[in-house]
């Protein structure tokens, strides 16, 4: 059964043809679905389009699905019905790229009117050029947005062909000139004549050459002939030649006159030439018509006929009384009036009578029944004779059958009667749209100056149309918008289309409106429509606010959790560090030095654990200061395998699994080994009954598919380490939080919630990334992606065992350190090693000493210095002594968390806390450099 053998429905109603065609299509084939289901707002549409007299289609959804009324399935010609129900972009493939781009643009609320478009169209199994005014509009579905497209359809081919063959006949009119000397053989003639001759512009053109190419049965009428005979050779004629550029034969008219010779010149012609050949063929024509015409009214039905002069007929020719079948004598006794059409009868009696009494010519066309009883129309005429008095003595005249020439005329008149019918429709439906838009229509000249604008202006902006007409909208426009405004306009005047241009115009109460414009130019007109966007902006300006307020709330809650958990481990660290100095210091006053050993170590481990939480606070924030080089993953986990089977213990299974192949990643190697570790350990305590630990390495290759959805992270090469457990896995809000700052599953007093932070950090501050993919029950994988190093990896050195701490030789160190114990201790340092130390509190105190002469050989700055940093501190002081080697030390500092990005040469750097060996190693290696 084919879709046209299904049952139909009730609705639509009407519609001819096609309206049968909808009922009886199965719609459930398409994206519609059935009848029974379509939204109020198609149906609506289908209704308009099936009552409408113009061509008119509707392409529904996304697909562009086709529903069309009569009038579109004659325009479609072969491809109806099939057209019904298929896809726009498949069921007119050769225009398919025209048609999506209508289906964009009406589906995002934008509307397009094409004039006089030429497509190239199959509509009866070859292509054709047809020539197109074409209307698009959106409908709206029930929410108010853009569901389909309606097009309004006009052929207006056979317009514009008629349009090309009036212009051919007119450029027909051109002429040629030309000078001609017989004696010396010289003709000089015009840019027009060679082109009406066939001559390009190298073609040296003469009298030989011109009659060589006339008809031989022509040449007679030629200059060069008539002037031999005898004749004037420039009198009018006309003959034929074959051109040479095309070989195809024109007739070609040609006059001219003689000048008369001056003193020892020749005499010489002058003239034109010009292009007969459509004339003659509409000669022939003519005279053919004539012919035919001639042949038709010696056929034709017809009659002669005279009267009295007071309007009696006296007598008709026998093919009335064949035609008619009646004699002469029930013709003169009025027999004839019953002969008219009883509707014609009182007009034909009328304009009779009234031509009887003045004696006017009588000229009318009325139907005259024929034997057979069938009525066929007749032109009549008459015309009055008259006397040597000028008095009327009879009536002659004539009757001719011009009963196709009638039936032509009405079918014309019936077109031009359904043009404007459809003219009248199709300004009404313009008007109606125009008049209920809810958007502003304009419609200016190609400057912006308005021409004309609908309703819609009052309602959104308060002006009436008085107000804009003749002006362009400058003067409303917000200050900041003319810029980008004036140049939308000069696109459009260029031909590029508009579409949601967004600027600003002033209210009549003085306050602005948003408005997104969508215009087209097209024959130096602008046609605009513009959607009042205020409260979508509004709208997007509150929820812009309402975002601030909530991620400021989400930054205090943040802040309030991690001055919390800051302050619970500082005070444990702290308490160990206060009380155990507090009991060497009461050891130390009782004399009692024997176990003040592990009070002090007591403190060390408390001073080494509030280190270590400050680095895990720097790397969640990405501030700590990295020494970011090539670093070898493989070898960096390798080293780790001893040190990782110690702290995992007996029950934990260590796997490690190295892509031979893995890239040097680009980073901090001390940060990632400590992020080994505490992944490990993390993996351990979700293991409380054992388990299998796997660490492997590998390379990827992200790409901008997958970074644009992080923050910070760009496409490239990355190499890859995986820390995977057989734990208790997480959940996904447990995901959801993992990297969050002092956020542990953990029980009170077994974990701070920095360690997994701190990973986190150390990668993103690196230019990685880190994820984590875990399942309940089935153990968790923590991945962190690194970039991959891109230079030469340097070769491998043997780790040297550390010396003795070194001392100095006399050299002199200034010290510049905002914090007094820190600057006792340095100093103190300095001193028992050898060194002259200076001490500057700040970097203003450090300035005079920087530019004295005092002999400076190091100097030790801390970065993060009240007033001016020591960065600056160490550029002020090189410009005094230009070889001036700088230790910075520091705790935190914004612009020193990449050494290589803050460090010059004879820079380096060292982080608090710090061991006085270490501090004491880095003097002397820069000192002795």
């Known amino acids: 059964m084919s879709s046209r053998d299904l049952p139909g429905t009730e609705w639509p109603r009407g519609g001819g043809e096609t309206g049968a065609l909808i009922r009886a299509f199965d719609w459930r084939a398409t994206s519609l679905g059935p009848i029974s289901g379509w939204p109020q707002s198609l149906k609506t549409a289908t209704d308009i389009l099936l009552q409408s007299p113009v061509p008119i289609v509707m392409l529904w959804g996304s697909e562009g699905v086709m529903i069309y009324n009569d009038a579109y399935s004659v ?7 099939a057209l019904l129900g298929s896809r726009v972009l498949e069921g007119w493939p050769e225009v398919a790229d025209f ?16 004039r006089k478009t030429s497509l190239v169209l199959n509509r009866h199994g070859t292509p054709e050029e047809v020539f197109l005014d074409l209307d698009y509009s959106p409908v709206l579905d029930e929410s108010g947005r853009p569901a389909g497209v309606l097009a309004i359809v006009f052929d207006i081919t056979e317009r514009v062909r008629a349009d090309e063959r009036l212009q051919i006949a007119q450029r027909a009119g051109r002429v040629g000139a030309f000078e001609w000397y017989p004696e010396t053989g010289r003709l000089d003639v015009s840019e027009e004549y060679r082109r009406i001759w066939g001559f390009g512009p190298e073609v040296e053109v003469n009298a030989d050459l011109l009659v060589s190419l006339v008809e031989s049965q022509d040449r007679g009428v030629t200059g060069p002939a008539r002037l031999a005979g005898g004749g004037n050779p420039l009198e009018y004629a006309e003959y034929r030649i074959t051109r040479p550029d095309t070989g195809e034969v024109r007739w070609l008219g040609r006059r001219g006159e003689v000048l008369p010779a001056e003193a020892n010149a020749p005499p010489r012609y002058i003239g034109v030439s010009f292009d007969i050949t459509d004339m003659k063929a509409a000669e022939a024509a003519l005279r053919e018509s004539e012919e035919q015409f001639r042949t038709l009214t010696e056929t034709m039905p017809g009659f002669a006929w005279s009267a009295h002069p007071s309007g009696a007929l006296s007598y008709a020719t026998q093919q009335w009384l064949t035609y008619s079948g009646l004699t002469l004598d029930e013709t003169v006794a009025d027999g004839w009036l019953n002969a008219i059409h009883p509707e014609d009868l009182e007009r034909v009696a009328g304009v009779w ?69 459809e003219v009248e429709t199709r300004t009404r439906e313009r008007d109606r749209i125009w008049n209920v838009s809810r958007d502003l229509l304009l419609v200016t000249d190609i400057s912006g100056l308005v021409l004309s604008a609908n309703p819609a202006l009052t309602a959104i902006l308060g002006w009436a149309e008085a107000d804009l007409a003749g002006r362009t909208t400058e003067w409303l426009q917000h200050p900041d918008d ?20 967004e600027n600003r115009l002033q209210h009549k109460d003085g306050e602005y409106r948003w ?30 606010e309402t975002e601030d307020a909530l991620r400021q709330a989400q930054k205090m809650e943040a802040v309030g959790q991690l001055t919390g958990g800051i302050a619970h481990d500082f005070n444990n660290l702290l308490t160990g560090i206060i009380g155990s100095l507090d009991l060497i210091q009461r050891r130390i006053d009782d004399g009692r030095l024997a176990d003040i050993g592990r009070f002090m170590e007591a403190a060390t481990t408390s001073a080494g654990r509030a280190a270590a939480l400050t680095h895990r606070l720097l790397a969640f924030a990405r501030r700590q200061s990295l020494d970011p080089e090539a670093v070898d993953v493989n070898g960096l986990v390798d080293s780790m395998g001893d040190l990782l089977r110690r702290t995992l213990g007996e029950q934990v299974e260590l796997a490690i699994a190295l892509a031979p192949d893995a890239w040097p990643a680009f980073g901090d190697s001390g940060q990632l080994e400590n992020a080994v570790l505490n992944l490990a350990i993390n993996a351990r305590d979700a293991m409380p009954g054992g388990g299998k630990l796997t660490i492997e390495t590998a390379n990827t290759h992200l790409d901008l598919l997958y970074t644009s959805r992080h923050e910070d992270l760009k496409p490239g090469d990355y190499t890859v380490l995986s820390v995977t457990d057989t734990g208790v896995g997480m959940t996904p809000e447990v995901i959801a939080k993992a990297f969050d700052p002092f956020f542990t599953t953990k029980p009170i007093g077994q974990g701070t919630g920095l360690g997994l932070s701190m990973i986190y950090g ?26 991959r190093f891109a230079g030469d990896t340097p070769d491998g050195e043997a780790e040297q065992a550390r010396p003795d701490l070194p001392r100095g030789d006399g050299e002199t160190v200034l010290v510049v350190e905002d914090d007094a114990a820190v600057r006792l201790l340095v100093v103190e340092v300095l001193s028992e090693l050898g060194y002259a130390a200076i001490e500057a509190h700040d970097g203003q105190a450090a300035l005079p000493i920087l530019q004295s002469d005092q002999r400076i050989d190091l100097m030790v700055s801390d970065v993060g210095l009240p007033g001016l940093n020591g960065r600056q501190v160490a550029e002020i002081g090189r410009q005094h002594r230009p070889g001036l080697k700088v230790l910075f030390v520091t705790g935190y500092a914004e612009n020193a ?21 270490q501090l004491a190693a880095k003097i002397r290696e820069m000192i002795e450099r």
């Open 353 to 421: 009578t009234a031509c009887v009494a003045t004696s006017d010519p009588y000229n009318i066309e009325f139907r005259l029944r024929r034997h057979d009883g069938a009525y066929r129309w007749f032109l009549v005429r008459g015309l009055p004779v008259r006397d040597a008095a000028g008095a009327v003595t009879r009536w002659v005249g004539a009757a001719a059958e011009v009963e196709e020439i009638v039936e032509a005329r009405e079918v014309q008149a019936s077109h031009q009667q359904a043009l404007e019918e």
């Open 75 to 81: 325009f479609a010609g072969g491809r109806h019905p």
């Open 897 to 917: 968390a990449i050494r290589s990005g803050f460090l010059d040469p004879e820079m380096e750097m060292i982080t608090k806390p710090f061991a006085l060996d």
């Open 762 to 787: 150390f990668a993103r501050q690196s230019g990685g990334h880190a994820r984590i993919y875990s399942e309940v029950g089935q153990g968790s994988t923590v991945r962190l992606y690194l970039p």
């Open 99 to 114: 048609n999506a781009n209508i289906m964009k643009v009406g589906l995002a609320g934008g509307t397009l009117a094409y």
């Open 482 to 501: 003319r810029n980008r405004s004036q140049a939308e306009v000069a696109q459009l005047a260029e031909g590029q289309p508009t579409l949601r241009f």
């Open 515 to 544: 408005l997104s414009w969508t215009a087209v130019s097209d024959e130096d007109l602008i046609y605009c429509v513009a959607r009042d966007v205020t409260a979508d902006k509004d709208a997007e300006a509150r929820l812009r």
